[in-house]
């Protein structure tokens, strides 16, 4: 079975500060990992993966993200939020054993104030 | 850049009507998927298509439900008699390679609205 917890329902940053979103996975295999986000009337685009390489994940528009196997934990970082950023963000896990089923947490809404 | 796309956008209709929510996939990629999100509650796999036939489904994906590809463009999903619980944002998918290596395209969603 895996799942992941989303710490936060909705998290406001002021622009230029940082961001964190939090997520916490729970598998029985080894996990591959990803950051959705959607935007307002949008789809669900990709930000970054975890599938078993180097820890710390770089994605796009500045996100990163650090797998800690010990802690069970994949947050979501960035140094500096734009106004850009404000949207949907979705921690998912799958296993890496060919399951072709996403599990999604319940999205935290980042909400950037100017 | 290439996309997923979705038709329609929203539909209302009646409890126990049938519905076909369409999408067209990525013109390279060969899996699909349907996903949906129920108002308030987590984005949910339904089914991934590959090679004209289903390869995985969720115990969501009952007989009222049903996947196609009937020409080599569209990918439609078919809820044969809606009922309300049924109402949900559909989310249509596809990606190159098998998910756990590559990354699924979504599409934009079609919100369903059963009355």
């Known amino acids: 079975a895996q799942s992941v917890t989303q710490l936060d329902s909705h998290v406001s940053v002021s622009e230029g500060t940082p961001v964190l979103l939090r997520c916490n996975y729970s598998s029985s295999y080894s996990p591959s990992l990803f950051w959705y986000v959607q935007h307002p009337n949008k789809g669900l685009q990709l930000l970054l993966k975890y599938t078993s390489a180097a820890t710390l994940v770089k994605g796009i528009n500045g996100f990163e993200a650090e797998f800690k196997k010990s802690e069970t934990s994949f947050h979501l970082t960035k140094p500096s939020a734009h106004m850009s950023d404000a949207a949907e963000y979705f921690c998912v896990v799958s296993t890496n054993f060919g399951n072709e089923k996403l599990t999604f947490g319940t999205g935290t809404r980042l909400t950037i104030i100017p | 850049e290439p996309e997923v796309t979705q038709t329609p956008s929203h539909q209302v209709t009646q409890m126990g009507q049938e519905v076909i929510l369409r999408c067209v996939p990525i013109?390279?990629?060969?899996?699909f998927y349907w996903y949906r999100q129920i108002l308030g509650q987590k984005v949910e796999f339904l089914v991934s298509?590959?090679?004209?036939?289903?390869?995985?489904k969720s115990e969501i994906f009952d007989d009222q439900f049903s996947v196609e590809r009937p020409d080599g463009s569209n990918f439609t999903l078919k809820i044969r008699s809606t009922k309300l619980e049924d109402s949900a944002m559909y989310f249509c998918a596809s990606s190159k390679g098998r998910m756990n290596t590559g990354e699924l395209f979504f599409g934009e969603g079609s919100r369903l609205t059963v009355l």
């Open positions: 013109s390279n990629h060969l899996y």
């Open positions: 298509f590959y090679n004209n036939e289903i390869s995985e």
